[in-house]
């Protein structure tokens, strides 16, 4: 497992900013789903589905992911908190490890390549807490999905936003004008499930079905 990468996917295709049109589009998030109560080893999935409420194609539709409070908005991890001791070599620790080719967008059997760069992630940007669902038509939604694997025991609050492009030229918004986001309160316990390695190499927790948090 690793930190998210560069690989940007999309319902209707990948995106830059350099090509992106300036304006306020309308999104809206149809699905938000992330499980409150986890456990240290426990693997579960973040789900979001956004749709453009809008008439004209959005250039980007982006995801920002922090966790909230002074130790994760210092944090260069989306999913992760800033150390505040001094001289430490990695400051930065994760509270959940992202899996390799996270997120995974729905119905995108062969993502887009950013930039022309490969990278073992999914929709990463330049930004580690940004990731790129790609350009969206007029009615159309994207869903991603973040798996993600608990390390630290804790309460944390996920923050998530969505935008409509990488330039500070783009910018989304709900019909009541609202930056479309919302949050996550989850708490992690320190007791760790009782775990067992699939055909497919992954560990999953014992008695959870492939349909479940895995």
């Known amino acids: 497992m690793i930190a998210a990468g560069s690989l940007a996917a999309c319902g209707e295709g990948s995106s830059s900013d350099s090509n992106e049109k300036a304006g306020t589009y309308r999104v809206k998030v149809v699905k938000a789903e992330f499980p409150t109560e986890q456990r240290l080893g426990q693997t579960s999935l973040l789900h979001l589905g956004i749709r453009n409420d809008g008439d004209k194609t959005v ?21 992760g908190i800033h150390d505040p001791q001094p001289e430490l070599a990695q400051p930065d620790r994760p509270v959940w490890v992202l899996a390799e080719g996270s ?42 999905t973040w ?57 999953v927790e014992i008695g959870k079905s492939k349909q479940g948090n895995k």
């Open 59 to 79: 250039p980007a539709v982006t995801v920002t992911i922090s966790i909230g409070g002074k130790a994760g908005e210092t944090s260069s991890l989306p999913f």
């Open 103 to 144: 997120p995974q967008i729905v119905g995108v059997e062969n993502p887009t390549v950013a930039g022309g760069v490969k990278n073992p992630g999914g929709a990463g940007t330049s930004s580690p807490k940004t990731f790129d669902l790609g350009t969206l038509k007029a009615g159309k939604e994207v869903e991603a």
């Open 147 to 203: 798996k993600l694997s608990a390390v630290k025991a804790g309460h944390y609050t996920v923050l998530y936003g969505v935008g409509a492009g990488l330039s500070t030229e783009t910018k989304a918004e709900t019909a009541g004008g609202v930056k479309p986001g919302g949050s996550f309160v989850v708490t992690i316990s320190e007791r760790s499930p009782e775990t067992t390695v699939n055909d497919a190499g992954e560990i």
